[in-house]
């Protein structure tokens, strides 16, 4: 199975138990806090991916940094660490962030661009999205440097890629066909 798809199913079963828990709110948090964590921790995430520490101490480790998680959250670090799974953690939290907005009504959008996007023109592509879609839009930001130019827009399952990279690979593709 997928990485991708095992983390589905981890974040959908958290939420499903979440929801019937009413406490859906607070594991959202405390994936987001998450997410933030193991973004700006390269040494956390060593420790997680790291062959030679057992799956227990990874999660007991979890759970002493993140102490006021909610009971499910821990839990969640105890069946992925116990499934030898706990390297998918930030995957499955951003699937859980993203099943529990799309409940709310919500969708989150991902932009890649080359350069960070300033404050008016993130506002301006949130109201655009908002107008789209019809639903509250988060925007969720990430710089690839790569890209050239342009910026690579996800939401849901449509993508529309207007990169600088991407347009010169297509005419790279036009030159070589003819």
Same mark, same amino acid.
């Given at each position: 199975?997928?990485? !991708?798809?095992?983390?589905?199913?981890?974040?959908?079963?958290?939420?499903?138990?979440?929801?019937? &828990? @009413?406490? /859906?709110?607070?594991?959202?948090? =405390?994936?987001?806090?998450?997410?933030?964590?193991?973004?700006?921790? *390269?040494?956390?995430? $060593?420790?997680?991916?790291?062959?030679?520490?057992?799956?227990? =101490?990874? /999660?007991? #480790?979890?759970?002493?940094?993140?102490? *006021? /998680?909610?009971?499910?959250?821990?839990?969640?670090?105890?069946?992925? !660490?116990?499934?030898?799974?706990?390297?998918?953690? =930030?995957?499955? /939290?951003? &699937?859980?962030? #993203?099943?529990?907005?799309?409940?709310?009504?919500? *969708?989150?959008? %991902?932009?890649?661009?080359?350069?960070?996007?300033? &404050?008016?023109?993130?506002? @301006?592509?949130?109201?655009?999205? &908002?107008?789209?879609?019809? @639903?509250?839009?988060?925007?969720?930001?990430?710089? =690839?440097?790569?890209?050239?130019?342009?910026?690579?827009?996800?939401?849901? *399952?449509? $993508?529309?890629?207007?990169?600088?990279? %991407? @347009?010169?690979?297509?005419?790279?593709?036009?030159?070589?066909?003819?």
């Amino acid at each position: 199975m997928s990485e !991708a798809r095992a983390a589905s199913r981890y974040a959908k079963a958290v939420l499903d138990l979440a929801l019937e &828990q @009413k406490k /859906a709110g607070d594991v959202e948090k =405390d994936m987001q806090q998450l997410l933030d964590t193991l973004s700006g921790s *390269d040494s956390l995430w $060593e420790v997680l991916t790291s062959p030679v520490l057992k799956g227990t =101490d990874k /999660a007991s #480790a979890l759970g002493a940094i993140f102490g *006021d /998680a909610s009971k499910l959250t821990v839990q969640l670090f105890g069946l992925l !660490a116990e499934n030898k799974r706990i390297g998918m953690l =930030d995957e499955v /939290a951003r &699937q859980y962030i #993203a099943r529990y907005e799309e409940i709310k009504g919500q *969708d989150v959008a %991902h932009v890649t661009t080359a350069v960070p996007l300033t &404050q008016a023109l993130e506002k @301006k592509v949130l109201g655009q999205l &908002q107008a789209i879609t019809g @639903k509250d839009v988060t925007l969720e930001q990430t710089v =690839d440097p790569e890209l050239i130019g342009g910026f690579v827009l996800r939401v849901g *399952d449509l $993508e529309y890629n207007a990169s600088l990279a %991407h @347009k010169l690979e297509n005419l790279k593709r036009e030159l070589v066909q003819k």
